[in-house]
């Protein structure tokens, strides 16, 4: 048997660039951006309100959970609760910031086509070879 050979795994995650998230959402439909902001805040919130039952001390809210399920779905659901009735902002901007990103990225193209539209017209008016 050979001896397995040593592969280096790259232990870097691999990121989008926070400038193509705008255009990565709009081709899943108008709602993906806010559905997944939502998502996210969900997350945030679960991971605080466990946070914050932790650090409350030995006591729990769900005395005899030595395997802390209960706690654990209790965080889940009351984060859940709190971004789909409102959160703390959170999705409102992450949804704004990527809304804006997506719209930038449409913008240059629409601006160098507009600034091609005025070139040929131009070149026609004034009779001179376009460049």
Sequence with gaps: MA?????????TPVIPPASSLGTAFAS???????DTAR???SLMLSMLIKEMREASGKES?????????HG???DLFMGKHLADAGGIG???QITRQLEL???LKKQPDDANLSK???RNSGAAVSGSPGP
Excluded: H, V
Aim: aromatic content about 10%.
């Design 3 to 11: 001896p397995l050979e040593s592969t280096a795994l790259s232990t």
């Design 28 to 34: 899943k439909g108008p709602n993906a951006i806010r």
């Design 39 to 41: 998502e996210f805040e």
């Design 61 to 69: 809210f769900f005395p005899g959970d030595t395997g802390d399920i």
């Design 72 to 74: 654990g779905l209790f």
């Design 90 to 92: 959170l999705a409102q």
């Design 101 to 103: 990103t997506a719209n």
């Design 116 to 118: 091609q539209s005025d």
